[in-house]
């Protein structure tokens, strides 16, 4: 009987999953690993690459998180470790939904046959097994930053086309555009001042929901061996170092497991907060 | 059924293109094992090798000829089912890669047995129970689950399940040659779990957003007025209407899978096809490379195509009328 009351209103609606609350927490969650990955570098005491006791050895006074698979400081390693990360998907987020978002915005406006070519090779590219061939691209030619921050934009691209395609259809109808078009604005001004800040807010949230998997990408290739290379401090790479050692100091690989764990989980629950609040989405995740 | 259908015309379509995908796969892996660094036979056998061994290398790879005939030979070899021989070891690709598959498709089968009927189990729960304590509490673990990158759940399960708090499972997968991974059910615990996690918020949550809607709907409010009992009301009469994006999303999910393999096999040492990958890069086996890209691409998009006809059959507007892109 208790179900068929679910219909009425509840006056809690707003206090719950992805409200303000939530949103608050991740980003507060997200902020707290992204200081410690900006400012660790100055806030290590030690040299990331300095040997100071032997392998594996547990916390101590000296070294508070213990020694790593070659007797480094794991605190020193982990401070020293994220800034990469962080830089990488920054850029791969920035440039991938930059350029997806110039496409689709293309291909709403103009219409016709770019509309057509440039759906076409979105189609094409979406129905690559995109990781694959990331994965692919970086373990042959190399870890190069610029190859990572390339191939993981050009992921994010397609994707954020659509949305942005999506968004200028509805946006292309409006009437001050039409306006724009009869007092014959220029169409790239249209498209800049007319319709760029109209399709903002969903753009907002593919920032957030790339840069999520951004992290997710980068952390795995550098955890596969295809980031940066031993011996530079890297949390991906730290991981996979120093699991042989999980029974005599877990915190190598513990510490930096749950650094990217808290970032990722805060950047979604903040993006979803964002999202609900800017899209206007129900809690069933629909408008 | 009329040559003219709608659904035929669109199932035609998504071929080609799933076709053509899948060629350009093909020219790119090809293109990418071509860029290896200066000349792939050195890359391959490293600075100490002989001259003889070399030029043998380079008559094995067809190194010796232009670029489109390498391919050529290369896709008309995959086609007639010659795989070539991989470059580390005197076995053929297939020898290598066959029991990888079969080891991978139950990992597969498995995920997919224990995850989908699970998030759709919780998503009609978090749908029935919609803002009380249970439904935003799994909800918001979800959204958890599925921000968190595969080898940190697969390490974070490791660390709690393995090694450091308990001792229950073993951390690494191994497998003796010649054995299946059925012969030690446990090995598959840990990677079976660490994929059901990744797996399991997309479907809960397209289940539980379609079930919310449907039991919204004025049919069901109508049911209920007549008295129907709960568990009836939501089998019978809500399930099959809610279940149809699900569907499409469970096989999307499936698709995203031939990259998560990847990671999960390699952070549990599991005996698969994604491992076979992440070993053949490191010794640089091209023929074994090019082989399992192409046939994890080949997976990812019949998936999707299986999920877009789905996704029309199950649509009645998408089924009947003409098919036009959003």
Same mark, same amino acid.
């Given at each position: ?32 690993? $992204? ?203 730290? $991981? ?21 764990? !808290?970032?990722? $989980? ?22 | ?25 093909? $020219? ?99 749908? !029935? ?73 997309? !479907? ?100 999707? !195509? ?21």
């Amino acid at each position: 009987m208790a179900e068929a009351l679910d219909h009425a209103p509840k006056p809690v609606r707003r206090r719950r999953l992805g409200g303000r609350g939530l949103g608050a927490v991740g980003f507060m969650c997200a902020a707290a690993v $992204i200081l410690v990955a900006l400012l660790g570098p100055f806030l290590a005491t030690r040299s990331p690459t300095e040997f100071v006791g032997i392998p594996f050895q547990g916390p101590s006074t000296s070294a508070w998180l213990g020694t790593d698979m070659l007797g480094r400081d794991v605190l020193s390693r982990v401070l020293c470790g994220g800034y990469e990360i962080l830089g990488l998907s920054a850029a791969a987020t920035l440039i991938g939904v930059l350029g997806g978002a110039v496409l689709g915005l293309a291909a709403g406006y103009v219409k016709g046959t770019a509309d057509e070519v440039i759906m076409r090779l979105l189609d094409v590219a979406l129905a690559f097994p995109q990781t694959i061939l990331a994965l692919l691209f970086v373990s042959l030619i190399g870890p190069e930053p610029w190859l990572i921050v390339l191939v993981v934009a050009a992921i994010h691209a397609p994707q954020v086309a659509r949305v942005a395609r999506a968004a200028t259809l509805r946006v292309a109808e409006e009437d001050f555009v039409r306006f724009a078009e009869a007092i014959g604005m220029a169409r790239s001004r249209i498209m800049l001042w007319e319709i760029f800040p109209n399709i903002v807010n969903p753009l907002l949230v593919e920032l957030g929901l790339r840069f999520t998997y951004s992290i997710a990408i980068i952390a795995g290739l550098s955890f596969l061996g295809f980031g940066q290379q031993p011996p530079a401090p890297d949390w991906g790479l730290m $991981i996979n170092e120093n699991r042989i050692g999980l029974a005599a100091n877990p915190w190598p690989v513990v510490v930096p497991i749950l650094l990217i764990a !808290i970032l990722t $989980i805060g950047t979604n629950l903040f993006t979803e907060s964002v999202a609900r609040a800017v899209l206007g989405l129900g809690d069933n995740g629909k408008a | 059924m009329s040559l003219r259908h709608p659904l035929l015309g669109f199932l035609g379509r998504r071929l080609l293109l799933g076709a053509l995908a899948l060629l350009l796969v093909s $020219i790119v892996v090809f293109a990418a094992t071509q860029i290896l660094p200066g000349d792939a036979a050195r890359a391959v056998l490293g600075r100490s090798a002989t001259p003889e061994r070399l030029e043998a290398l380079r008559l094995q790879l067809h190194l010796d000829r232009p670029a489109l005939t390498q391919y050529w030979i290369w896709l008309s070899g995959l086609f007639a089912g010659d795989l070539g021989t991989s470059l580390v070891t005197p076995q053929s690709v297939y020898q290598l890669a066959a029991p990888r598959i079969a080891n991978s498709f139950s990992l597969l089968v498995i995920v997919g047995a224990i995850g989908v009927p699970l998030a759709i189990a919780f998503g009609i729960a978090a749908a !029935i129970r919609h803002n009380r304590p249970f439904d935003t509490g799994v909800s918001v673990t979800a959204l958890a689950m599925a921000a968190v990158p595969e080898f940190v759940i697969g390490i974070g399960l490791i660390i709690l399940f393995a090694t450091v708090v308990l001792h229950w499972l073993p951390p690494v997968s191994l497998v003796f040659p010649g054995h299946s991974v059925w012969d030690t059910p446990r090995i598959l615990v840990l990677p079976t779990l660490t994929l059901v996690i990744a797996v399991f918020p997309y !479907i809960f949550r397209m289940m539980r957003s379609s079930m919310i809607e449907v039991l919204e709907s004025e049919y069901i409010e109508m049911a209920r007025l007549k008295g129907i009992a709960q568990h009836r009301l939501i089998l019978r009469h809500a399930l099959p209407n809610a279940i149809a994006p699900t569907v499409q999303v469970v096989a999307l999910t499936f698709a995203y899978l031939a990259g998560g393999v990847v990671v999960v096999e390699y952070v549990f040492g599991f005996p698969g096809i994604g491992q076979g990958l992440v070993n053949a890069v490191f010794t640089r086996d091209i023929p074994m490379i090019q082989f399992i890209t192409v046939l994890l691409a080949a997976f990812y998009v019949v998936v999707n !195509i299986i999920a877009d006809v789905i996704a029309v059959l199950v649509t009645p507007k998408l089924r009947t009328g003409a098919w036009r892109k959003p």
